[in-house]
């Protein structure tokens, strides 16, 4: 498990009571793909990829495959209600051992530098984090991505500064899979670090916008944000109880710093 530090810089009403609590100080634990980069170019472009090698290697057999690309929107659409890429690549016309030729494909390119390039910031993300940094609360992204490429991101949009540390894995393809319990593994792994380093988890929050996400910060009674505007819809991520839905990481901010003014005036 990959630890970067950039340089310089119960029931459903009882963990909402705690997401007010967000004192100076405190330890919002993030998610990468999803929260912070808009990874759906990335993704559509790799689907792509391993469609046109799949049909290319068939026809070097001459073998003509009846290969139907779904649209981006209809890919990300399906991404968002967790159909499987064996689904996927049924509706695009394989069938059999062509599946099994696509599914091969992907996870290889998914999170290759030559592709890397294609994901963006999301909107609203610098002034999530300065409002957060303003309010000193600590961002520590936990991710199943690799720290370096994180950090690498996080450099070109001169954003590295706002993070307090980043936890990520060792293995390029860990991010695409999505395991729960690789993620369960990481954000255990921050909070112990984080409490050795002398900092505050005790009014911590989870942020992300995948069901792994959902589960490992209820696996450590966390409040739980999640996030529609990456890889899950809406209806997908409310099967998972989070405390809170919200469209986007600024609107998760808008949400926490109006609940915790809230929660200040009535202990006033």
């Known amino acids: 498990m990959q630890h970067v530090a ?14 007010l609590r967000l004192p100076a100080g405190s330890t ?7 929260p912070i980069a808009d990874v759906s170019d990335r993704y559509y472009h790799t689907y792509c990829l391993a469609l046109k090698a799949t049909q290319a290697a068939y026809a070097r057999r001459h073998i003509a495959l009846p290969v139907r690309r779904l649209t981006k929107d209809q890919f990300w659409f399906m991404k968002q ?3 499987p890429d064996t689904t996927i690549a049924d509706w695009s016309g394989l069938s ?8 091969g494909r992907i996870a290889p390119l998914v999170n290759q530098p030559a592709l890397l390039y294609q994901d963006q910031l999301q909107p609203g993300v610098r002034a999530a984090l300065a409002g957060l940094r303003d309010r000193n609360i600590r961002i520590v992204i936990v991710t199943l991505r690799q720290a370096s490429q994180v950090l690498d991101f996080l450099h070109q949009y001169d954003l590295a500064t706002m993070v307090s540390q980043i936890y990520g894995s060792d293995d390029a393809e860990t991010a695409y899979a999505n395991r729960t319990e690789h ?27 995948t069901e792994a996400d959902i589960n490992a910060g209820q696996a450590f009674d966390l409040p739980t944000l999640a996030l529609t505007c990456g890889i899950r819809s809406e209806s997908y991520l409310q099967e998972f109880s989070p405390t809170e839905v919200c469209c986007d990481l600024i609107s998760a901010v ?5 609940t915790s003014q809230r929660y200040q005036t009535a202990t006033h």
Request: contains cysteine.
């Open 6 to 19: 950039p340089r310089s810089a119960s029931s459903r009403s009882s963990m909402a009571d705690t997401a």
């Open 28 to 34: 919002l634990f993030c998610d990468f793909d999803g």
């Open 81 to 83: 209600n967790r159909v």
């Open 96 to 103: 059999g051992q062509q599946i099994d030729n696509f599914l």
């Open 183 to 209: 993620k369960i593994a990481h954000l255990r792994a921050a909070i112990a670090e984080q409490n050795r380093l002398g900092f505050d988890t005790r009014h911590s929050l989870m942020v992300g916008d």
């Open 254 to 258: 808008t949400y926490l710093t109006q």
